[in-house]
């Protein structure tokens, strides 16, 4: 059984900062791939950005310059810092992990910006 549990979300002023971090605990095989998914009201989720076990990353393009994702393989922990936050931002914020065994999710963090 996978568990992701998440952290750091709450209420961010525009043009401010957040750091989100998620740990992973269970059987996890060694290859996977770390992310942060998100998704605003009436929207579809999105991915925002993820990485992989050997630290190949990927960044949603409306994020890419303010965000950096990292990860700790030996905690399997991820984490998604971001900066200059906008209201487009806004939304619940999901860890996801997808391994050889399937894909698993957190249980989501919201992020309010307020402008």
């Known amino acids: 059984q996978v568990q992701l549990v998440e952290s750091g979300g709450g209420l961010v002023q525009a043009g401010g900062s957040l750091r989100l971090s998620c740990a992973a605990s269970?059987?996890?095989?060694?290859?996977?791939?770390m992310g942060w998914y998100r998704q605003a009201p009436g929207n579809e989720r999105e991915l925002v950005a993820e990485?992989?076990?050997?630290?190949?990353?990927y960044y949603l393009e409306s994020v890419k310059s303010r965000a950096t994702i990292s990860r700790d393989n030996a905690k399997n922990t991820v984490h998604l810092q971001m900066n200059n936050l906008k209201p487009d931002d806004a939304a619940v914020y999901y860890c996801?992990?997808?391994?050889?065994?399937?894909?698993?999710w957190g249980q989501g963090t919201q992020v309010t910006v307020s402008s």
């Open positions: 269970g059987s996890i095989f060694r290859t996977n791939v």
């Open positions: 990485i992989s076990d050997e630290g190949t990353a």
């Open positions: 996801r992990l997808a391994t050889l065994n399937g894909i698993h």
